[in-house]
């Protein structure tokens, strides 16, 4: 099915997108999304309020230290999506097994 091969491949954008344009706010600069977030001024303090804010902006539960493992807006950006499935899965698996 050719929607479901597209429907990741969007999910990455849309994510993508709200990664860049959240951390871009927040540093009031633009960044690629291949450039280390350290390197363009992200603190502890500054990647607790990313963290945060991506959180919200997700509906998702996103651990502070996710930065450190996952420097740049791409790396963090697939990191969240394959997260953000799995918490989908489980939640639909969850819902399916308790009717």
Same mark, same amino acid.
């Given at each position: 099915?050719?929607?479901?091969? +597209?429907?990741?491949? +969007?999910?990455?954008?849309?994510?993508?997108? !709200?990664?860049?344009?959240?951390?871009? %706010?927040?540093?009031? %600069?633009?960044? /690629?999304? @291949?450039?280390?977030?350290?390197?363009?001024?992200?603190? #502890?303090? #500054?990647?607790?309020? &990313?963290? #945060?804010? &991506?959180?919200?902006?997700? @509906? %998702?539960? !996103?651990?502070?230290?996710?930065?450190?493992?996952?420097?740049?807006? @791409?790396?963090? #950006? @697939?990191? &969240?999506?394959?997260? !953000?499935?799995? /918490?989908?899965?489980? +939640?639909?698996?969850?819902?399916? /097994?308790?009717?």
């Amino acid at each position: 099915d050719v929607a479901a091969v +597209r429907a990741p491949a +969007r999910k990455v954008m849309d994510v993508a997108g !709200i990664v860049k344009k959240t951390v871009e %706010t927040l540093m009031g %600069t633009t960044i /690629s999304g @291949n450039e280390a977030l350290v390197d363009v001024g992200i603190d #502890s303090l #500054s990647a607790v309020e &990313l963290v #945060s804010t &991506l959180g919200h902006e997700l @509906n %998702t539960e !996103i651990e502070p230290t996710v930065l450190f493992d996952h420097p740049t807006i @791409n790396d963090l #950006s @697939n990191y &969240l999506v394959a997260h !953000i499935q799995a /918490s989908t899965d489980k +939640r639909i698996t969850q819902h399916s /097994s308790s009717q």
